[in-house]
T-cell receptor, first 118, second 115 residues
Framework: GAVVSQHPSRVICKSGTSVKIECRSLDFQATTMFWYRQFPKKSLMLMATSNEGSKATYEQGVEKDKFLINHASLTLSTLTVTSAHPEDSSFYIC??????????????FGPGTRLTVL | QQQVKQSPQSLIVQKGGISIINCAYENTAFDYFPWYQQFPGKGPALLIAIRPDVSEKKEGRFTISFNKSAKQFSLHIMDSQPGDSATYFCAASMVGTGTASKLTFGTGTRLQVTL
């Protein structure tokens, strides 16, 4: 089946530092990846759509300069939280779309990254 | 226009019973409707999905019922088990590439299956 990995699974950092989260599709090539943020007991909030070889498309209200997204290859997208602050503490999850023949639209999610900013 | 409304917010079902979660959407351009299961501290896992050209899809104990005219779809979990206790999210999207395929999620249903 389609497997998406994320690294790291947990990260604790000091306020003002930058944190990079990696998202990899392990057994398929993903032209499109998505980054979500999830607060406790809440639904997933889409932050941005990451397209291989082009700029990410950010959702309204998401700061582009704070959440840098790079999709340099068909199997890797990265999210960098720049100058992190305690309010950036959250569960960050990526997903990758498996472009199946015939118009399939399945998205498979990574295991998530718990970010804690002190 | 982009919302997906999900109910109930929480659900308690006895072991062996049927769990039913409902979702309603507004955007008639949506044509892909997946359900995800999420355990605490984990990413969502794709359970089952349906396209609007069929009214029902069954995979094991999980069934999606789809009513295109009412713009509603539901997840039925037959013979619910304690291991099914999790949060379930419905979602909807258009089939396409890039941002067209982004998912709009419901608010989630916390299911607890008791012994």
């Amino acid at each position: 089946g389609a497997v998406v990995s994320q690294h790291p699974s947990r990260v604790i950092c000091k306020s003002g530092t930058s944190v990079k989260i990696e998202c990899r599709s392990l057994d398929f090539q993903a032209t499109t990846m998505f980054w979500y943020r999830q607060f406790p007991k809440k639904s997933l909030m889409l932050m941005a759509t990451s397209n291989e070889g082009s700029k990410a498309t950010y959702e309204q209200g998401v700061e582009k300069d704070k959440f840098l997204i790079n999709h340099a290859s068909l199997t890797l997208s990265t999210l960098t939280v720049t100058s992190a602050h305690p309010e950036d503490s959250s569960f960050y999850i990526c997903s990758a779309r498996d472009p199946m023949p015939g118009g399939g639209n399945e998205q498979f999610f990574g295991p998530g990254t718990r970010l804690t900013v002190l | 226009q982009q919302q997906v409304k999900q109910s109930p917010q929480s659900l308690i079902v006895q072991k062996g019973g049927i769990s039913i979660i409902n979702c309603a959407y507004e955007n008639t351009a949506f044509d892909y409707f997946p359900w995800y299961q999420q355990f605490p501290g984990k990413g969502p896992a794709l359970l089952i999905a349906i396209r609007p050209d069929v009214s029902e899809k069954k995979e094991g104990r999980f069934t999606i019922s789809f009513n295109k005219s009412a713009k509603q779809f539901s997840l039925h979990i037959m013979d619910s088990q304690p291991g099914d206790s999790a949060t379930y999210f419905c979602a909807a999207s258009m089939v396409g590439t890039g941002t067209a395929s982004k998912l709009t999620f419901g608010t989630g249903t916390r299911l607890q299956v008791t012994l």
